[in-house]
């Protein structure tokens, strides 16, 4: 029973990161139609930067919201910048076809994300380093013994909540959410519609800029920061988007706490070294059975 309690602990804590990640991932695939392989470099960068602030004797409170407003900058310039032009250059042979089209904003991604993580090497001498977190990090007591589940972790998981509540009213409830909605779904019929496409998904792009900076900050305290410390967070939140569906939020945070256990107990219950098989054959299962996501619409987009 207690290690039934501590794997159910240790997944709910650790899926609430995949959660966020996830989350993060499907708002910029809802607002711009794209997968942003480059959100955790946008999160490592920001973190490292309310890590400098921390060391400079600033409050912790001051640097994470410094974090998220440099992340939700980094998102809208790299949008401006990259995406953007990527996205007006259609009559150009390279991106004559759909195909390439779909898969040139996703490779410039991941330069993206090289590129952060170099910068960040040079700016900070590729330096490891501790990061504080908000709330104690002793597990809670039960029946004496010590379990995997402290106050940081109820933070994280009620922020988690609260960012997912946000989304959705954002995206059910706004005339902004919609037309991010609409842009991805085609571009062309939203500018007929009277929509400013280019608002709305540089708008996506900040507001995923900030999400993927909140999970850099609630995921550190638990790890070292480094340029390459997020790229296995990446990984599974990426795997929790599909598994719960890369159009809803609601099923991107239940695909991250789905991971999050089954990692939990596959580690607690088996060895750490099958964890990458058994989050593959989720996947594969799920691909199997429900290609779009568990949560997915029937208009939503394939993966």
Avoid: C
């Avoid at 099923?251 to 089954?262: D, E, K, R, S, T």
Wanted: charged share 10%; hydrophobic share 55%.
């Amino acid at each position: 029973m207690d290690t039934f309690l501590a794997a159910l602990f240790s997944g709910t804590s650790r899926g609430a990161i995949y959660a966020l990640v996830a989350l993060g991932l499907v708002i910029v695939w809802r607002g711009a139609g794209v997968v942003n392989f480059a959100q955790m470099g946008q999160a490592m960068f920001s973190t490292y930067i309310a890590s400098t602030l921390i060391m400079h004797q600033y409050s912790y409170w001051i640097a994470f919201f410094v974090a998220l407003f440099a992340g939700a900058l980094m998102g809208a310039l790299l949008d401006i910048l990259v995406m953007r032009p990527l996205s007006n250059k259609k009559k150009s042979e390279l991106l004559s076809s759909e195909s390439m089209r779909a898969a040139v904003p996703v490779i410039a991604s991941l330069g993206i994300l090289g590129a952060l993580q170099s910068l960040a090497g040079i700016i900070w001498a590729a330096e490891e380093r501790g990061f504080p977190a908000p709330a104690k990090q002793e597990g809670f007591k039960i029946a004496g013994n010590v379990m995997p589940f402290t106050s940081f972790d109820v933070f994280v998981i009620a922020t988690v909540l609260f960012t997912l509540f946000l989304t959705t009213i954002f995206f059910q409830k706004t005339g902004m959410g919609l037309a991010m909605r609409a842009t991805a779904l085609n571009q062309e019929v939203a500018k007929l519609s009277g929509i400013r496409t280019n608002h709305t998904r540089t708008l996506s792009w900040a507001i995923s800029g900030a999400a993927s900076s909140l999970a850099g900050l609630l995921v550190t305290p638990t790890s070292n920061l480094s340029p390459n410390t997020l790229d296995l967070v990446l990984i599974v939140g990426f795997t929790a988007a599909v598994v719960g569906g890369l159009d809803s939020p609601i099923g991107a945070v239940i695909g991250g706490f789905i991971v999050g256990l089954v990692i939990s107990f596959v580690t607690f219950y088996d060895t750490p070294e099958d964890v990458f098989l058994s989050i593959l054959a989720l996947l594969v299962l799920v691909l199997i059975v429900k290609p779009r996501g568990i949560f997915s619409g029937k208009d939503a987009r394939r993966v």
